[in-house]
């Protein structure tokens, strides 16, 4: 028989269960504690160009960038956060605002978002985007202060509305007599600025700084560090998980964002089985759990283009095509393209977003000879084929081609 509230038990249970966390906030990636350790000359570095602006002058604009979980948001929020302190001790004007292009990914949100950060609302749309742009201009001279702009993800709103605006905003200052205007660009894509226009990259990375992915141990002392504030003293299995937590992160290149995750998690799947203490086998449960999840937001989240791709790798084995070439995929690619209306990209950039792709372990691409007429890649999906029909068949875009076969897989 049903069990008639069947929440009831479960909320019952982990209510009167162990509580084994001290402060939630502090095992988020997005939490900035007061040190960041091992992040010392990355600090010095953005502390030291931004510095600029307390002696009146307009900081260079600032490209960061490394690979995902390296640190770069967090000690960018940082550095800020103590300009902004030195700011206001020294009673002078300054304002820091902070947009992430994963979520505000086109010319005129970024735009609306800013003025809408400095005080002036912005209509949804409807507007033309030269004349937000000149809404803002009128707003920041008004203002006349030094304000900086952060764009995370940056490599987002370029993939999706080109480098216009964001070559507006590098040159912003030649349209400003009083106030003062500095760009950080954050990207987690290592071939970002082969993807923009020259003019753009010179304005753009006046000072580049690099993140480097942290060691094991580095990522022990983070999450001892953690560990420390965030949890119930006592309640790790040591040095056991710790140990795990900070070596899966390692080999997924010194991500300390899943090393975070990976101990919440583990946490949390303790307290829900009304356990004392976290172990070894929370974190290999935590990884299950985490690595199914990340796969569909990473899917959710990819750029249109490279959904193509991968959707027609999908479509390929879904066709009855094991181990398509790259030359294969190029040309369902290009139908699913055509049929979109949309402009396809050219061989070497397909051949880039597959290797990405290969990259990040949503497709294995396998390089074969084919002796005399040269070499190309064996090309497989690494996830189930349900899993990426089932996440990319949501975009409004792709939904359309669910029942459509490209003229190359018709028989």
Same mark, same amino acid.
């Given at each position: 028989m049903d069990d008639p509230r069947p929440l009831d038990r479960i909320f019952d249970r982990l209510s009167s269960g162990p509580t084994l966390i001290e402060d939630r906030k502090v095992l988020r990636h997005e939490y900035v504690p007061d040190v960041l350790p091992h992040r010392d000359e990355q600090i010095t570095q953005i502390g030291s160009i931004l510095a600029t602006g307390l002696k009146g002058g307009r900081p260079s604009n600032v490209f960061v960038f490394g690979k995902p979980g390296t640190g770069k948001t967090a000690v960018t929020q940082y550095v800020l956060r103590e300009l902004a302190a030195k700011f206001g001790e020294l009673q002078l004007p300054f304002k820091a605002v902070y947009l992430n292009c994963q979520h505000v990914d086109t010319d005129y949100r970024v735009l609306a978002r800013i003025c809408a950060e400095l005080g002036q609302k912005v209509p949804f749309t409807g507007l033309p985007t030269d004349e937000v742009h000149s809404r803002l201009v009128e707003l920041l001279e008004s203002q006349d202060r030094l304000t900086i702009i952060v764009l995370d993800e940056i490599d987002r709103l370029v993939m999706k509305s080109g480098g216009d605006t964001l070559y507006k905003l590098t040159r912003i200052n030649y349209e400003?007599?009083?106030?003062?205007?500095?760009?950080?660009?954050?990207?987690?894509?290592?071939?970002?600025?082969?993807?923009?226009?020259?003019?753009?990259?010179?304005?753009?990375?006046?000072?580049?700084?690099?993140?480097?992915?942290?060691?094991?141990?580095?990522?022990?002392?983070?999450?001892?560090?953690?560990?420390?504030?965030?949890?119930?003293?006592?309640?790790?299995?040591?040095?056991?998980?710790?140990?795990?937590?900070?070596?899966?992160?390692?080999?997924?290149?010194?991500?300390?964002?899943?090393?975070?995750?990976?101990? !919440? +998690?583990?946490?949390? &799947?303790?307290?829900?089985? @009304?356990?004392?203490? $976290?172990?070894?086998?929370? #974190?290999? *449960?935590? /990884?299950?759990?985490?690595?199914?999840?990340?796969?569909?937001?990473?899917?959710?989240?990819?750029?249109?283009?490279?959904?193509?791709?991968?959707?027609?790798?999908?479509?390929?084995?879904?066709?009855?095509?094991?181990?398509?070439?790259?030359?294969?995929?190029?040309?369902?690619?290009?139908?699913?393209?055509?049929?979109?209306?949309?402009?396809?990209?050219?061989?070497? !950039? +397909?051949?880039?977003? &597959?290797?990405?792709?290969? @990259?990040?372990?949503? $497709?294995?691409?396998?390089? #074969?000879? *084919?002796? /005399?007429?040269?070499?190309?890649?064996?090309?497989?999906?690494?996830?189930?084929?349900?899993?990426?029909?089932?996440?990319?068949?949501?975009?409004?875009?792709?939904?359309?081609?669910?029942?459509?076969?490209?003229?190359?897989?018709?028989?």
């Open positions: 400003l007599s009083k106030a003062r205007v500095s760009l950080i660009g954050i990207s987690n894509d290592l071939q970002f600025p082969s993807y923009l226009d020259s003019r753009v990259l010179s304005s753009l990375s006046e000072e580049k700084v690099i993140f480097h992915p942290y060691t094991a141990p580095q990522l022990q002392d983070i999450l001892r560090r953690r560990s420390s504030t965030g949890l119930k003293e006592g309640i790790l299995e040591e040095p056991g998980v710790i140990n795990l937590c900070a070596a899966l992160a390692a080999r997924e290149e010194g991500d300390a964002r899943r090393a975070l995750e990976l101990l !919440r +998690v583990a946490v949390e &799947i303790a307290e829900r089985e @009304g356990n004392a203490e $976290v172990k070894v086998e929370h #974190v290999e *449960k935590a /990884r299950s759990s985490i690595e199914r999840d990340t796969t569909l937001e990473v899917l959710r989240t990819l750029p249109v283009q490279q959904k193509l791709v991968l959707y027609a790798v999908y479509l390929l084995e879904k066709h009855k095509h094991p181990h398509p070439v790259t030359g294969e995929v190029q040309d369902v690619y290009g139908d699913l393209c055509n049929q979109l209306g949309m402009d396809p990209l050219t061989q070497r !950039r +397909v051949g880039d977003l &597959i290797n990405d792709l290969d @990259g990040i372990g949503l $497709v294995n691409a396998k390089v #074969v000879s *084919k002796g /005399r007429y040269g070499r190309t890649k064996n090309i497989r999906l690494s996830v189930p084929k349900q899993m990426v029909s089932d996440v990319l068949e949501r975009d409004s875009r792709i939904k359309t081609l669910a029942n459509y076969v490209p003229p190359t897989l018709r028989k």
